[in-house]
């Protein structure tokens, strides 16, 4: 998560900040007051996604490794008397059930303060795509306001509050390389230098997260990632360890309802000759690590129409 500063004009100065190791670039006016700021807000993987229990409340037991990417939305935040929310991708909410907007009522109800803001979201992340683009937004609003407000929380408040809004949010938050537990909340950060290329694509269909938990027969799972190894080899620099004792248990269930995200990961393996190729979260999202670069262009051109597809690399 990287707060940086994006100016309207040459009349406006600038002041840097280092505040826990997120360099911070404030807008500042002609009397040095705080004017506004820009978030970068990172996408995230699943490096292994495994389901343990089923829970009372309606929620999983989880077991996942998640890895922030350099793929992000540009948020930029500046005082106004409302709440206010712009968006370059039209199918977003721009009202309360964005979780941004949530995320400014929140820090609202929680520190009194009624002062309003003015949010504008520079879409990169697709939407509804197993990437957490709408967890990773809520997340920046909350780091930012947090610097704008002059707060002071720490990370771990912000991570506590962010959980009310999205299991993700935490995450988001932390960044780089966990192992996350619970539902999602339970945060391992998992030391590793690791640094991979991978290609990114999102067919261009809508995934029900809510739909594919709901689908998924959990006693019924066979084949589970193996997240212990996963984190050894992490922690070694282990490519190829890594991907042995990797997996995504959601991907059998989003295979049958959606017979064309897995006809996409077959082709990424059998045109990249590779078995580095999974799907992240509930999808539709597929990932390749460390593709052959000399194939990338034409395998796009075997893609299906309408599908989002970026070079990004590990946070």
Known sequence: MQLFF??????????QDLVKNWPIYYALDQNWMEYMLTIEANAKINLALDVVADLTNGYHEVD???????????ITIEPNQNIELTCTNPIIPTDQRNLAWRAVELLQKETGITDGVKIH???WIPAAAGLAGGST???AVLIGLNQLWNLGFDNERLMQLGLKLGADVPFCIMGKTARAQGIGEVLT?????MNCNLLLITPNIEVSTALIYQSLNTPEIKNHPQIDQAIAALKANDLECLTK?????????????FPSVAALKQLLINEFNTDRVLMSGSGPSIFVL??????????KKLLPAGCFCAMTQFL
Do not use: H, Y
């Open 121 to 123: 979201i520079e879409k």
């Open 245 to 257: 004792n990797w997996g995504n248990v959601l991907e059998e269930v989003v295979f049958n309802k």
């Open 290 to 299: 460390e593709p052959d670069l000399n194939k990338v262009e034409s395998v």
């Open 189 to 193: 950060r998992i030391d590793t230098t």
């Open 6 to 15: 994006c100016s309207r004009d040459e009349s406006i100065f600038v002041r």
């Open 64 to 74: 996942m490794i998640m890895q922030a990417i350099s793929l992000a939305d540009r």
């Open 137 to 139: 937004d809520a997340a």
